[in-house]
């Protein structure tokens, strides 16, 4: 049996798995991280790998990370962590580790988690949408992660699906639109000035007939149904896999497919046209690390 570690660096915190090679979770964990401290995360992933190292002859770690990344590991953008701007973290944590280390944006090892042993199986042409404190995303053409010529691709959150304003393009991007974050929690905070609220409380507060809840979420659904239906005419993928904690709700996604179909029947030129289902991934908080393991396990 070949014995692999996953790890997948967050902005809170960093998720780890011992995994062998069909992808079975042997052993997890989780460790708080500093954000702005590269270092304190390089070391966090170097504790976590000595201590399988002791007790497992690891063939490769596989990191699951935010960020433009190249092939070679070279970090474009590092997301929320300033410190991983413009490093090869690749190099980095193979000079620290002594071990193989295979590097991802975290996105697509959500998607790569998904093709292997998820939802995404079986599907040579899938899309995957995450939808959280922002939107983040990934393409899968031909059974394989299509990364774009600047690896941007799958950056679904940059979408405009809003008029643009006062010439702010960013307040009018899926992101923020079409997010829990932005799309939901600030949008009723603004309206109602009531602070504090996550996104599964304002949903509750719409079933009760709570108004500014209920509009809040029909301007979420709109705008976010927008932004798949334009995903799903330009790619024509198999089916469009909801990741993020709103994708265990199934009254979520078939609101998006009922609105995405009235997009579809509003447009006289598509009445033979097959769109994609909206589906829920089948991995959630696990999805980087066996993405991570799987990227490795490839190359």
Request: with cysteine; net charge negative.
């Amino acid at each position: 049996m070949k014995y692999y570690i996953g790890i997948d660096v967050g902005g809170t915190n960093i998720k780890y798995g011992l995994l062998d090679e069909n992808g079975n979770i042997l052993n997890q964990g989780k460790v708080k991280t500093m954000r702005d401290n590269g270092s304190d995360i390089i070391e966090k992933i170097m504790e976590i790998t000595e201590q399988y190292k002791a007790d497992y002859s690891i063939e490769a770690v596989g990191v699951s990370a935010p960020g433009s990344i190249r092939d070679d590991g070279f970090m474009i953008t590092g997301g929320a962590i300033l410190d991983f701007y413009g490093v090869n973290l690749k190099e980095i944590l193979e000079d620290k580790l002594k071990t193989p280390v295979f590097l991802e944006n975290d996105a697509n090892c959500a998607a790569l988690a998904e093709l292997w042993q998820g939802s995404g199986q079986e599907k040579r042409h899938f899309l995957t949408l995450v939808v959280g404190t922002g939107v983040g995303g990934a393409i899968i053409i031909n059974g394989q992660l299509y990364k774009g010529a600047n690896f941007n691709a799958g950056e679904f959150g940059y979408m405009l699906v809003d008029p643009i304003q006062f010439g702010d393009t960013r307040r009018s991007t899926l992101s923020l639109a079409g997010s829990v974050g932005f799309g939901i929690v600030e949008k009723y905070e603004l309206r109602t000035e009531n602070k504090g609220l996550d996104g599964k409380r304002i949903f509750e507060l719409a079933e009760t007939g709570d108004v500014a809840a209920i509009g809040v979420l029909n301007g979420f659904y709109d705008r976010l149904a927008a932004g798949l239906y334009n995903l799903a005419t330009a790619f024509d993928p198999e089916v469009i896999l909801i990741g993020g904690a709103i994708s265990t709700n199934r009254d979520v996604l078939q609101e998006l497919n009922e609105r995405i179909a009235k997009l579809q029947m509003g447009h006289k030129d598509m009445g033979n046209v097959k769109l994609p289902p909206i589906e829920a991934c089948k991995f959630h908080n696990d999805a980087g690390i066996i993405g991570a393991v799987y990227n490795a396990l490839m190359k």
